[in-house]
């Protein structure tokens, strides 16, 4: 009977209906987690470029993976309880995380920074080059058009048809799961503001590394690290800003408006993408291509960009200011310059020069247009009102730029301060830009990278040329004449630099010993007059640039002579990595030393910082010229 009565008992005991609830909350919730956690594999996967670091971002206690997956999984929770249905969070969630994680990775083959939010203000300027980048890869075009296409309309077929079969939820589920996900992810986002000290964000291990961006993705993922960079356009005063340390900073009164015909005219020449490539390592280029730039060089521009962002080397040559004292990633002509600032072009201004900014693209581009405003020229010849000049491929030669300089320079009755940003030289490097490549490149390369070297190469010497004529025809001028070339970053040639044993990658490195950093971002300065010929300079960083221009000028300035003056005796390279004194030795990261910064460089800073965001306390001590332009009334 025993053994009777023992086999009659059930087997298990059926859950009650609260049992029943849980069971189904927990399946829920697993399955919410783990589609959390495959989104955040695939972001990683495609942002990084490679599984590799993936599995300890995720599973170790001292990095915020898991972290992620949870933010992730609320996220999906929350939209998932505003929608209705289960799952369609999805639709929103995967396209607007996997999207920004692979432009991310394309923008780090190119330009070895990841995507920031900021990068978005110039997604025209992106639009408008996607031509030249088609023509040099149709048919990764091709692909990536069909791809987006397909993507568009699954998404759009899942949004319209798909979703009613998703899981309704209850009312109750709905108003649960809104109460549990918004609060935390309210107070997570509050943890995202990298200036203040956070002890809940450091035990999540959220480590913002807003000095060291490939760290900062790297350590807290894509999609915490482009968080962090949300509120970038905020610039904090350093501390210790204010009337009284402005007033401490030495300074020189100096009479401005002095200029008259002892003065020369000045022509400041950005050349796109303009390098040495007889640098590269197992290559031979011949002939030479600019043996006119080697024999009047001054030395070299220590660029803070690489294969692009011209703005910020261009931020810097005009105005004198150091994009190390703003946020890793900005752009400063995107998102800084929104009122009168200084620059060379209200200085020249101020002596009575005309002021001038030549380029033969859209004026829209980079925000110059307004950026010229707001730097004192008196006019900007764009593409729109530029003549129609000859092209070489996509983009303007530098000879039929150079020549509407000389025009516009015979029809001045003044002296004159151009500025002028050339077009030729911008990559892709496709084969057929030029009818005759006039430049042979010998080496052990593959057939491509010879090809895209070549046409590279001769553009270059092109550029050679364009400069012969322009010194040619300054030294017939009456007027002394200044020219001043530089490059704005090394050219984004791509497996060239890996094939021909330059660089380990084909992009720059950041963080380096500075013979690296100086091999990886030297391009070519010259600084001529058409009476005294060529300036020895060295290697300086754009923002030292202004102090070159105008003493070679035969000014004196409170700021451009005088403040920088002093610092480029000490520091010719400021970088935000490297701050190189006179006798090249290196202060590696710092801006983030623990010992106080060098006087100097505070006031560099606190300077900067007055005439950007401040109360431009130093206006009328540092720059007259500036305050007289802009309140002519004074």
């Known amino acids: 009977m025993a053994a009777t009565r023992t086999a009659r008992l059930p087997l298990y005991r059926p859950l009650s209906r609260r049992g029943e609830q849980a069971l189904s909350i927990a399946y829920a919730l697993g399955k919410s987690f783990i589609l959390s956690l495959l989104i955040l594999i695939a972001v990683e996967w495609i942002s990084r470029g490679s599984t590799t670091d993936i599995g300890n971002f995720i599973t170790s206690s001292a990095r915020p993976g898991m972290t992620s997956v949870t933010v992730m999984m609320m996220l999906i929770l929350c939209l998932d309880a505003i929608f209705g249905r289960r799952y369609q969070s999805l639709l929103i969630v995967v396209p607007l995380a996997l999207i920004p994680a692979f432009v991310s990775r394309q923008k780090q083959l190119f330009l070895s920074d990841p ?24 048919w990764t075009a091709v692909a990536v058009f069909g791809g987006l296409v397909a993507s568009v309309v699954l998404i759009v077929y899942l949004w319209v048809c798909a979703w009613k079969r998703f899981p309704q939820l209850s009312g109750r589920w709905r108003a649960a799961s809104l109460a549990l996900t918004l609060p935390l992810l309210a107070g997570f986002v509050s943890l995202m503001d990298y200036s203040q000290y956070s002890w809940l964000r450091d035990r999540l291990q959220v480590i913002p590394m807003m000095w060291d961006q490939k760290e900062n993705y790297r350590h807290n993922g894509f999609l915490l690290a482009f ?20 007033a401490k900073i030495p300074g020189k009164a100096m009479p401005f408006g002095t200029g008259g015909d002892d003065h020369p005219d000045v022509i400041v020449l950005m050349s796109e993408s303009l390098w040495d490539p007889t640098r590269l390592s197992n290559v031979k280029l011949s002939p030479d291509p600019m043996p006119v730039m080697r024999e009047n060089q001054s030395g070299n521009v220590f660029s803070p960009e690489f294969g692009g962002m011209t703005a910020n080397v261009e931020f ?28 060379l072009a209200t200085f020249f201004r101020g002596e009575g020069y005309v002021t001038r900014a030549i380029h033969p693209y859209q004026s829209w581009f980079w925000n110059r247009a307004e950026v010229y405003k707001a730097f004192g020229f008196e006019e900007f010849k764009s593409e729109e009102n530029l003549p129609a000049l000859d092209k070489r491929g996509f983009f303007a030669s530098d000879e039929a730029l150079f020549k509407e300089i000389m025009r516009q320079a015979d029809g001045m009755d003044r002296p004159f301060f151009f500025f002028s940003v050339t077009l030729q030289g911008h990559g892709p490097y496709e084969p057929a830009r030029y009818a005759r490549n006039a430049i042979t490149v010998e080496g052990d390369l593959p057939e491509a990278d010879k090809r895209t070297l070549a046409t590279y190469a001769h553009g270059v010497k092109e550029a050679d040329d364009s400069l012969k004529m322009l010194m040619e025809w300054a030294r017939k001028r009456e007027r002394e004449t200044i020219i001043v070339v530089f490059g704005d970053h090394l050219p984004p040639l791509g497996s060239v630099y890996v094939n021909s044993g330059y660089m380990p990658e084909q992009v720059a490195t950041r963080k380096a010993s500075i013979e690296v950093m100086k091999r990886e971002h030297e391009t070519p300065l010259i600084v001529w007059s058409s009476r005294s010929g060529r300036k020895n300079i060295g290697t300086i960083s754009p923002a030292i640039l202004p102090y070159h221009v105008v003493k070679m000028a035969r000014f004196d300035h409170p700021y451009y002579t005088n403040f920088l003056g002093r610092v480029q005796r000490r520091y010719p390279i ?3 990595y490297q701050l190189v004194a006179r006798d090249n030795q290196a202060k590696p990261d710092w801006l983030r030393a623990k010992e106080p910064l060098d006087p100097m460089m505070r006031d560099f800073r606190y300077i900067q910082h007055d005439m950007m965001f401040g109360q ?3 206006v009328d001590r540092l720059f007259p010229s500036h305050a007289w332009v802009t309140q002519p009334q004074g």
């Open 115 to 138: 995507l920031y939010p900021t990068d978005f203000l110039f997604a025209r300027q992106i639009i408008e080059l996607l031509p030249v980048m088609i023509s040099q890869r149709p």
């Open 227 to 246: 968080a962090f960079n949300v509120p970038m356009a905020n610039v904090s005063a350093p501390a210790g800003y204010g009337a009284e340390t402005m």
């Open 316 to 343: 810097e040559a005009l105005t004198g200011f150091s994009n190390a004292f703003l946020p890793y990633g900005s752009i400063p002509y995107q998102q800084y310059v929104r009122r009168p600032m200084p620059s």
């Open 574 to 576: 400021i970088d935000r």
């Open 616 to 618: 431009q306390y130093s």
